[in-house]
Nanobody, 121 residues
Framework: QVQLVESGGGLVQPGGSLRLSCAAS????????MGWYRQAPGKQRELVAI???????NYADFVKGRFTISRDNAKSTVYLHMNSLEPEDTAVYYC???????????????WGQGTQVTVSS
């Protein structure tokens, strides 16, 4: 029904920057909240940032003003701009979308497959 394609991950040195993108496609009726989560090996998945349809964003405390989440509703795409990356940011980053499908018109959440972000010198 709904597919989320993530891109932008990779290897970056400490202090560097990356921009993650997540494009939603399929039979989408309406998208509500879009967000990013991350999961490091041996740890639980945690919220990084979320942006509802109203535009008000929420960030995890560990972001410390370094990350910015944004969305392009026309492209059904959410972005995560990451600056001043630290080794502790190393994780698999997952896109999450809260939406309704045309084929299944109920509110549900969908996950991307994840993109690896590695911060190392």
């Amino acid at each position: 029904q709904v597919q989320l394609v993530e891109s932008g991950g990779g290897l970056v040195q400490p202090g560097g920057s990356l921009r993650l993108s997540c494009a939603a496609s399929g039979s989408i009726f309406s998208i509500y909240a879009m967000g990013w989560y991350r999961q490091a090996p041996g740890k639980q998945r945690e919220l990084v940032a979320i942006i509802p349809s109203g535009g008000t964003t929420n960030y995890a405390d560990f972001v410390k003003g370094r990350f910015t989440i944004s969305r392009d509703n026309a492209k059904s795409t959410v972005y995560l701009h990451m600056n001043s990356l630290e080794p502790e940011d190393t994780a698999v980053y997952y896109c999450n979308v809260d939406c309704k499908s045309l084929l299944r018109p109920v509110r549900d959440t969908y996950w991307g497959q994840g993109t690896q972000v590695t911060v190392s010198s």
